[in-house]
Nanobody
Framework: QVQLVESGGGLVQPGGSLRLSCVAS????????MGWYRQAPGKQRELVAT???????NYADSVKGRFTISRDNAKSTTYLQMNSLKAEDTAVYYC???????????WGQGTQVTVSS
């Protein structure tokens, strides 16, 4: 089992920045990949950025050049640095881990990001 706890969401003006954090606990040695997803009202959950154990990263086209995923293994923490935020980035952001031989999905509770003036 893997537990994920996100933090760092909030209200920010367009053009501003936020950094989300996700702390993993439990069977962290079994984690194969970590990532961030988001879900806006009335829309499906979508991939924002993923970080695979081998070092590869993948970003949604809508956030490329603005968002950066990173990690601190010593702290079992994955970050999402979000710059140049836009109103359309408003959503609940979820941390995701895929763990074990069957790449089971684990989710955090979500953190709200609101971009508004």
């Amino acid at each position: 089992q893997v537990q994920l706890v996100e933090s760092g969401g909030g209200l920010v003006q367009p053009g501003g920045s936020l950094r989300l954090s996700c702390v993993a606990s439990g069977s962290i040695f079994s984690i194969n990949a970590m990532g961030w997803y988001r879900q806006a009202p009335g829309k499906q959950r979508e991939l924002v950025a993923t970080f695979i154990s081998g070092g590869s990263t993948n970003y949604a086209d809508s956030v490329k050049g603005r968002f950066t995923i990173s990690r601190d293994n010593a702290k079992s923490t994955t970050y999402l640095q979000m710059n140049s935020l836009k109103a359309e980035d408003t959503a609940v952001y979820y941390c995701n881990a895929r763990a074990g031989s069957n790449w089971k999905n684990y989710w955090g509770q979500g953190t709200q990001v609101t971009v508004s003036s």
